[in-house]
């Protein structure tokens, strides 16, 4: 009896330590965010002793959220960065799953270049990501968008069909909606991706577990970089998770891998030039005119450790 007793007890303590440990993820709704949906379905974060609840949740909310504890990670970068330079929010950003943006500007058939968008309507939502990157792409082809173009509010749900009615000319839209606009007979001007970094996705947690529970946050890091890297070398795989998550047809999924998966890290890195561009366009956004250093909204100790623990130099 004392013997079964003993073991059922180490049974137990050593149930208890492999025990998974249980962490809640907010992320936003759109695929630039695929990273860690595939690496839950893929196991990548159960393998790491992770059980994750990934919960879908809007930027200002998760701010809250976040600060409350009611979850320990935030995958979107916009709202949060706003939020950490006002001092509203005691977080960093850990990693970047997705340094280039996956945003697209599509226009009117009659529009052939960006250049051709001077003194046209250009709908987003005000100091959206979308309406940011729009911004910072027509910058790159030479115009001022605050004179050269005609910004109204718009937003991703309404602007293909607000294009459709002629009122409006050009928007931006996160993919795979440019797909859509293709489909509608509208011409896709410019990929972000293609022009510059924008590091839109990633992890976001509070200082404190950074100091507390930097092994926690080191398993979750290598967890998104192994799903990264499974979906840039799957695509046959990638595609069903696609569908199941973002709920797809095949066509649409496949369109949509094929059009963003470049833009996934494989290594986790932040790219210092695109944070650069995040950093000064929240200050524009939150009218802060003082100096705003890397350190006081990322560290990036834990994931240089992850790297290390993955092979990446």
Not at 196 to 206: E, H, K, R
Not at 237 to 243: D, E, K, N, Q, S
Request: proline share 5%; aromatic share 6%.
């Amino acid at each position: 009896m004392k013997v079964l007793w003993l073991l059922l007890t180490v049974f137990l303590l050593d149930a208890s330590v492999h025990a998974a440990d249980k962490i809640r993820i907010g992320m936003p709704a759109d695929a630039g965010h695929f990273t860690l949906p595939l690496a839950q379905k893929k196991g990548f974060l159960k393998e790491e002793g992770l059980e994750a609840e990934i919960i879908t949740i809007t930027g200002p909310v998760a701010n809250i959220a976040l600060s409350n504890g009611d979850i320990d990670y935030y995958t979107g970068f916009g709202s949060a960065m706003r939020a950490m330079i006002q001092g509203q929010l005691p977080a960093r950003i850990v990693v970047c799953y997705r340094p280039l943006p996956h945003f697209v500007v599509v226009s009117r058939p009659d529009i052939k270049s960006v250049k051709d968008l001077k003194g046209k309507t250009f709908g987003t939502n005000p100091g959206g990501g979308p309406d940011l990157v729009a911004r910072l792409i027509i910058k790159h082809f030479g115009m001022d968008p605050d004179k050269d173009v005609k910004f109204t509010r718009g937003t991703n749900d309404t602007a293909l069909a607000r294009m459709n009615q002629g009122l409006m000319d050009a928007t931006a839209l996160p993919v795979p909606r440019d797909y859509q606009a293709i489909k509608m007979g509208f011409h896709v001007l410019a990929r972000a991706e293609d022009l510059f970094t924008y590091p839109i996705s990633g992890l976001i947690t509070q200082t404190k577990k950074i100091k507390e529970k930097p092994d926690e946050i080191k398993r979750v890091i290598r967890a998104g970089i192994k799903g990264n890297r499974y979906m840039r070398a799957n695509r046959d795989g990638t595609i069903p998770i696609l569908m199941s998550t973002y709920r797809l047809d095949k066509e649409t999924a496949t369109a949509l891998y094929d059009s963003f998966v470049k833009g996934f890290s494989d290594d986790g890195n932040l790219p210092e030039d695109g944070l650069r561009r995040l950093i000064d366009d929240t200050k524009s956004i939150t009218k802060i005119t003082r100096e705003v250093t890397v350190n006081e909204v990322a560290d990036l100790s834990i994931l240089r450790e992850a790297q290390m623990e993955l092979g990446i130099k």
